[in-house]
């Protein structure tokens, strides 16, 4: 499934594509940003059969996540609409900004905000779920202030 370009006022999200498969890597071997992520040993090759996997999909979206600076759209991070059910209108949703340069600075809130206005205007969709850690009380929050609502909390 593809959406095309969805601009922000200080960031934009962009199909995901092999120009921001190295930043990505480079950005996910910070043990700070995969703190709360689930993920295999971070590689090159596993990070672009996941991106490949993802965009052929017809149940799922993949943005990059861009912050325009000096002129030059810097990858941040990356936001992923997953089984997407256009008859249920549902899908799951998340996002990561790898980049600690942009912690903190409501990148994260605003490509959030754009992400869910694709889900919701754009396909249409009525229920966007979504997950965080117990401990990532931060993104819990955001997610909060978002219009999330907590369904449960799962044990450990």
Same mark, same amino acid.
């Given at each position: 499934?593809?959406?095309?370009?969805?601009?922000?006022?200080?960031?934009?999200?962009?199909?995901?594509?092999?120009?921001?498969?190295?930043?990505?890597?480079?950005?996910?071997?910070?043990?700070?940003v995969?703190?709360?992520?689930?993920?295999?040993?971070?590689?090159?090759?596993?990070?672009?059969?996941?991106?490949?996997?993802?965009?052929?999909?017809?149940?799922?979206?993949?943005?990059?996540?861009?912050?325009?600076?000096?002129?030059?759209?810097?990858?941040?991070?990356?936001?992923?609409?997953?089984?997407?059910?256009?008859?249920? /209108?549902t899908?799951?949703? =998340?996002? +990561?900004? !790898?980049?600690?340069?942009?912690?903190?600075? *409501?990148?994260? &809130?605003?490509?959030?905000?754009?992400?869910?206005r694709?889900a919701?205007?754009?396909?249409s969709?009525?229920?966007?779920? /979504?997950?965080?850690?117990g =401990?990532? +009380?931060? !993104?819990?929050?955001?997610?909060?202030?978002? *219009?999330?609502? &907590?369904q449960?909390?799962?044990?450990?």
């Amino acid at each position: 499934m593809h959406i095309s370009r969805i601009e922000g006022e200080r960031c934009s999200l962009v199909p995901m594509s092999e120009m921001f498969l190295a930043r990505h890597v480079e950005l996910l071997q910070d043990p700070d940003v995969t703190r709360y992520l689930r993920l295999p040993v971070i590689s090159v090759d596993g990070q672009r059969s996941w991106m490949l996997r993802i965009l052929r999909s017809e149940r799922d979206i993949l943005h990059a996540i861009v912050v325009k600076k000096d002129d030059v759209h810097q990858y941040v991070g990356v936001a992923q609409l997953s089984n997407i059910d256009l008859r249920d /209108g549902t899908a799951s949703g =998340g996002l +990561v900004i !790898a980049d600690k340069n942009y912690w903190g600075q *409501g990148i994260g &809130r605003e490509a959030r905000d754009l992400h869910l206005r694709c889900a919701f205007e754009d396909l249409s969709l009525r229920w966007v779920y /979504g997950r965080t850690a117990g =401990g990532n +009380v931060r !993104a819990q929050r955001l997610m909060e202030s978002l *219009g999330y609502v &907590r369904q449960g909390i799962r044990p450990q």
